[in-house]
């Protein structure tokens, strides 16, 4: 998926222009009140301009009214060139569902867009899968690049937590049968262009607060200027009408208004980008508050592939033979810990693979038994979990031997590693010490979150000495060891009992009760339908870590809204010093004392101030779209930070600004 590097790119820039004037239509114009407002106001003095009455001059009156539309011109326009942004995005994905055509178990071929919830459909090689749902029969390497923008294949089977396929990906080799798991028009690549185009966001519930103080300020500020012409009256005097309406346009916070809907959509473009795909706006705010994130071990703060370290023979046996029998074991183990055994045996104790033997039987591991290895020649050698490995040798747990075992695996697991017990014919030979990396740079990730107020904690099977060490080394505020499914969701719970909100991830069928549960769900690509099912945003890459880059993109996009607020409220207060001066100097001469700007007369401070206030919505749009730099402080600096910068910088713009477009105004004479 591609888009546009450039803001301003002509490819974005036309068609946002001219959804900008699609966007008056006043049904769509409503959804914005101050914007609204903003038009009847232009549209009630377009239409008393030609009726005159005043001593206005028509020129002037006829600057102010086009101004005026400008202004709702610009602010229709930045919400258009937002939404613009996931046009290319959009246009990529409809094409490719526009492909998508199905085969039936049959041998019909059919429109995907006929399918219904439950078919089974054959899906075979360069075929593209024509709907989510789940594999139910066979294995298929699966290009998801169409999706994800990664061109690496991926493994898809029946059964386990790599099941689930979608809409758009090519099968690139074998053949899979695949049961449709969405409604007609509901997949997973319609909610994608539905969120890029921005035809299905919802307010979320800051926004709606947000709105309805705009709304409050403008009528507030809508019945203070009502009242006016009765006090100029009272004052032997009288104001334009055309004065009135500029007064109300610059006191109402038309600049956040026009940006609001903006920001919400450029927040979620951004998780888009940076292939994350979010359900709703509401799960991209609760990113920003969160404040306990849970962490699997194995994959995000671990590099997950575990190498076995060392060996720990007991009394009474040799190192050697520790390593002898702990290849054997391993000979019929492909996962990278299994391979990483003969690679120690090999290079630390000088005993090379051999050929797994023709008349040897394979001992497969089992998450029940937790137990592998292999019969050969009357001997039978297991190599598992310590308890595992007890358990299934009744009688061994009591003898001297098990006693320096569990010894020697509590030291195994202090250091931080994880052990597997080596038994052959039921006698215990010793420990293998599984060492699993920490990531590079993940105990800054830590610290950058616990300045930001996050507590973090890690999730994993191991046992709790093990968790203990790894936790430390990394950094993590606290860890839940020998988790379940039932305990991480005790756990979830039990934080949002304290009035605290959760994020996790998950892939599995057994994370989904867990990731429905958090207010921050991110279900990985690679997992079940039931886990993308329950969390509120799927990450295409399936990259656990990146859960902690959401939640920044999260505190952006509350940042960046508030930026903005602090700087249009700002800004309307300095613009007070340019128009009301103006607008009562004749009535109250005493009022001239606030010109401190100096302007060359009243007509061009009122123009100035409404030419200021159309310009400044334009001159934000970058920074709306693109958010406010996310720098992981507290919150108090933060607030401090953004006060600095915005509050002052929304004082202090008006008065430069203004001054410049008057000294430009007087010195063209076009009042």
């Not at 386990?160 to 090519?170: L, M, P, Y």
Request: some cysteine; proline content about 4%.
């Amino acid at each position: 998926m591609t888009t546009p590097s450039s803001i301003f790119s002509a490819k974005l820039v036309a068609p946002a222009m001219a959804d900008a004037v699609r966007k008056l239509d006043p049904r769509e114009l409503i959804r914005n009140p101050v914007l609204f407002t903003t038009a009847v106001v232009a549209l009630l003095l377009t239409v008393l301009l030609p009726m005159g009455g005043t001593d206005l001059s028509a020129g002037f009156q006829l600057q102010l009214i086009v101004w005026m539309w400008l202004t709702v011109l610009f602010g229709t326009f930045a919400e258009a060139l937002a939404e613009g942004r996931g046009r290319a995005q959009a246009a990529s994905l409809r094409a490719t569902k526009s492909e998508l055509t199905a085969k039936l178990p049959d041998g019909r071929t059919v429109a995907a867009s006929r399918l219904q919830r439950g078919d089974v459909v054959v899906v075979e090689t360069n075929d593209l899968i024509p709907a989510d749902g789940e594999v139910i029969e066979g294995v298929a390497s699966v290009n998801e690049a169409a999706i994800t923008g990664e061109s690496a294949p991926v493994i898809r089977e029946a059964g386990g937590d790599r099941s689930a396929v979608t809409a758009g990906t090519r099968v690139i080799s074998d053949s899979i049968k695949v049961r449709v798991t969405q409604e007609p028009g509901k997949g997973f690549l319609d909610r994608m262009i539905a969120l890029v185009e921005g035809a299905e966001r919802q307010k979320t519930p800051n926004e709606i607060a947000l709105t309805i103080l705009l709304v409050g300020l403008t009528i507030i500020f809508l019945i203070a200027v009502a009242t006016i012409p009765g006090f100029a009256s009272y004052a032997g005097g009288s104001i334009p009408v055309a004065v009135l309406a500029a007064l109300l346009i610059t006191l109402i916070p038309t600049t956040i208004a026009a940006l609001l809907s903006a920001i919400g959509i450029a927040g979620m473009d951004r998780l888009v980008r940076f292939n994350v795909l979010a359900k709703s706006g509401r799960a991209v705010e609760a990113a920003g508050d969160v404040d306990v994130l849970l962490l699997d071990k194995t994959g995000t703060i671990t590099i997950g592939d575990r190498q076995a370290s060392e060996l720990h023979a007991i009394s009474g046996v040799t190192t050697d033979a520790l390593a002898q029998a702990a290849m054997l074991a391993s000979l019929a183990d492909e996962t990278p810990e299994g391979r990483s055994v003969l690679v120690l045996a090999r290079e630390k104790h000088g005993i090379a693979a051999q050929a797994l033997p023709a008349d040897a039987e394979i001992v497969p591991f089992t998450a029940q038994t937790r137990i592998s290895g292999i019969k050969l020649n009357g001997r039978i050698i297991q190599k598992g979990a310590v308890d595992a490995i007890l358990r299934a040798n009744p009688g061994l747990g009591e003898t001297a031997a098990a006693n320096e075992l569990r010894r020697t695996t509590e030291t195994i697991a202090r250091a931080g590693m994880t052990p597997l017990a080596v038994a052959e014919n039921g006698k215990l030979l010793g420990a293998i010490a599984l060492k699993d990396v920490i990531k590079a740079g993940v105990r800054d990730r830590f610290a950058e979150l616990r300045r930001m107020g996050i507590r973090t904690v890690m999730i994993t099977g191991d046992n709790p000495l093990t968790a203990a060490a790894i936790a430390a080394e990394a950094g993590v505020d606290d860890f839940l060891a020998e988790a379940t499914p039932e305990d991480k969701l005790a756990l979830i719970r039990k934080e949002q009992a304290g009035g605290r909100l959760v994020a996790m991830c998950g892939d599995g069928t057994n994370d989904a009760p867990a990731l429905a549960q958090a207010d921050v769900g991110v279900a990985m690509n690679t997992g079940t339908q039931a886990a993308r099912e329950a969390g509120n945003m799927v990450d295409l890459d399936s990259d656990p870590t990146k859960l902690i880059e959401i939640v920044g993109l999260g505190k952006q996009l509350l940042m960046t809204r508030g930026a903005l607020t602090t700087f249009s409220v700002a800004n309307d207060v300095a613009k007070y010093f340019a128009i009301i001066p103006a607008m009562f100097i004749v009535l109250y001469p005493g009022l001239g004392v606030l010109n401190v700007m100096g302007l060359a007369s009243p007509n061009s401070a009122i123009l100035s101030a409404i030419i200021f206030n159309a310009l400044i919505i334009p001159c934000l749009v970058p920074l709306a779209l693109k958010g406010v730099r996310f720098r992981a402080i507290g919150a108090g600096p933060l607030l401090a930070r953004n006060l600095a910068i915005y509050g002052l910088g929304g004082l202090v713009a008006p008065f430069v600004g203004i001054k410049l477009i008057d000294i430009a105004v007087s010195g063209l004479n076009l009042v």
